[in-house]
């Protein structure tokens, strides 16, 4: 069901892990719905992406989007980093199945929360960037179910 | 890929050889259909009787009870919807559990927007109905109470006596849904009091797209299918006759190998409980830790998702199956594994490791192995578990 390009970043995602001390960091989605996607970003004095880190909990497609959302804004400008919408995330895997497109949006929506992070910590405003909304600690309560 | 484990033997089963060997003239020899008078069709109509006659003898039924279908999902489908019409003067209530198979529950939500009124009993945390929960769901005016023998997705095994018990005492109608348990356990109609039962060849070596239900006689249920004279005039339709055949055969060698080959499934099973659980932190057992199927593991592993794991022991050449939304299609996991009281997160790292006869030690070596290697692999991609290892550490 995925393409050869998912299949490729699942089994071999890029980026993978955490970055001390980074410049933003922004996790989105939720346990309930079996996605949860963390991006750390490094960024430098020109605002420029140095390295760019994830960490991800969720399906094939959930791993691989976020893999190459990694990879697209790694060195591009906080300006050009907006630019990587869900499009540019799925057209880059050579497309999604539908029921996967929202994959793709949580990928955007991760870069967003930590381009949020950053802004917020170094009290700039990034044109065009909008509040986080997701907020995965809402299920915190049932860790202890189990 | 080197070879391939199949451990995915709820989902289906492997064709026996012996199976398809039965079935083979019945396609280009006995061609004839049961329903003609000359001597080819003779052969047809014998073939189907002898089959019919041997399931029947391993329910210990009679063999004018058992009626062919198309596989399991008609069998329920058929159970339900003609009871519920059958029965309509009687009453509309109909009870059933949270974990049946979706054929069960599918139908039951058609059924409710024809006037009927469901009880979706709940289970307990080994995924077991309580007998009392039954008992006081019980009015004058429920028809029917439909429970599956055992589970598909975690194994459990039902109080399939003590329902039909209750439900003679009550003068209501049993079915049991026993696709997963026909040729796994020893099942007797007359002893567990069950007035019809679904069952499908495909899990249990036979081929696909053949069941049956047992209607227990003297049971009012209209016809599924008008046309021929077929299965008693209640599923019209030229029987399959090398299906039936097959499952004839499949029906004959799980009865005739159950008690040898479920002692080592369920030692195999054990022995893969007992390694995955010592081996791997932070997982649990799904289901009842012994009245289970022989042949059922069903393990969550935490911070861990169903379908990446998969997908990764595909790549090794592994066969399971998983509760996670992802492979359900929807958003939601298992309804079974909720209905245990799993939170969602626990749910989507569910794994169904299912065995078969051909099952050895050394598969379930190798795929413990790739099992701790996977997760270890996911655990560490997994933002749930960086944020539980830094909590721990705090």
Redesign the interface.
Known sequence: MYSEKVMEHFQNPRNVGEIEGASGVGTVGNAKCGDIMRIYLDIDDDHVIRDCKFKTFGCGAAVATSSMATELVKGKTIQEAMQVTNKAVMEALDGLPPVKVHCSLLAEEAIHAALWDYAEKNHIKIEGLEKPKADIHEDEEEEEEY | MSKRIYLDNAATTKTSPEVVEAMLPYFTEHYGNPSSIYELAGESKEAVSKAREEIARILQAKSNEIYFTAGGSEADNWALKAAFEAYKEKGNHIITTKIEHHAILHTCEYLEKRGAKITYLDVDENGVLRLEDLEKALTPETILISVMFANNEIGSIQPIKEIGMLAKEHGILFHTDAVQAFGQLPISVDELQIDMLSSSAHKINGPKGVGFLYIRKGVKIRSLIHGGAQERKRRAGTENVPGIVGYGCAARRAAETMEERTKKEAELRDYLIGRLSKEIPYC?LNGHPTMRLPNNVNMSF????G??LL??LD?YGICASSG???TS?S?D?SHVLLAI?L????A?GSLRLTLGEETTREELDYVVEKIKEIVQRLR???????DFIKKEKA
Do not use: T
């Not at chain 2, 935490?302 to 998702?305: G, K, L, P, Q």
């Open positions: 649990r935490r911070f861990v998702e379908e990446s997908i990764m790549g996670s939304a992802c299609g958003l996991p009281g939170p969602h997160e626990i989507h560490d991609m997994s933002p749930l578990y960086e």
